[in-house]
């Protein structure tokens, strides 16, 4: 089963700053999720990875697969960036159909 | 497009009782699948499907069944609810597999909170 870490488990920040939280995984994976989910509300996917980095809006996910570690970067933070960011993989072995979560990082920010 | 939509938002049970949390989709996606958030833990998948006929078990299915007769629905079922079951119960569905290299983000409902007394 693969084990799932996330980095920092809490993150304050002040508005406008830059944001990174990090994501490791201990078996080679297919794919690589990072999800938001806003306190008490529902959980929106932010981006699907096989490698490399994509890009939208504000946000910035990379992943490393030789590292086995993946970055989601927030720039110019605002206060409704405020939630947990949640790392997910599957991997490439025979469970490949079902996800292993991180534990999530929840990230304030201050105005 | 609804989206996933997931009933009832709020749910209380007494032990023993028995329900179903409803999940359906309409965007003719072909996975689906439960998960429960419980704190402190990362989300766990309870059961999945990858398409109408075809389930199988995640990392915690004991106390609950699953059907999918259609693409759309993927019910979940407690059996007898016991105190362990008290969660929050989050259904999502992607097009494709969660392994797939094709870009198929995962849809998820607004989540079911549950609590058994």
């Known amino acids: 089963k693969n084990e799932v870490e996330q980095s920092p488990q809490n993150l304050t920040a002040q508005e406008g700053e830059f944001i990174t939280i990090n994501c490791s995984y201990s078996v080679g994976i297919s794919a690589l999720h990072w999800l938001q989910q806003h306190p008490g509300g529902g959980i929106v996917s932010l981006f699907m990875l096989s490698s490399g980095k994509k890009k939208h809006g504000r946000l910035i996910a990379t992943i490393n697969i030789q590292e086995k570690h993946s970055s989601l970067h927030i720039t110019a933070s605002h206060p409704r960036d405020s939630a947990v960011y949640i790392c997910a993989v599957s991997d490439s072995g025979g469970s490949n159909y079902k996800l292993t979560f991180g534990k999530g990082t929840l990230l304030t920010v201050n105005p | ?117």
Request: proline share 6%; with cysteine; hydrophobic share 30%.
């Open chain 2, 1 to 117: 497009n609804a989206g996933v939509t997931q009933t009832p938002k709020f749910q209380v049970l007494k032990t023993g009782q028995s329900m179903t949390l409803q999940c359906a989709q309409d965007m003719n996606h072909e996975y689906m699948s439960w998960y429960r958030q419980d704190p402190g833990m990362g989300l766990r998948l309870i059961h999945y499907s990858v398409g109408a006929g075809i389930t199988d078990q995640g990392e915690v299915p004991n106390g609950y069944n699953v059907s999918r007769s259609t693409t759309e629905d993927f019910p979940l079922r407690l059996l007898s609810a016991a105190p362990s079951q008290t969660s929050v119960y989050f259904c999502a569905s992607s097009l494709d597999t969660p392994y797939s290299s094709y870009n198929s983000p995962l849809h998820f409902g607004n989540g079911t909170r549950l609590t058994v007394t």
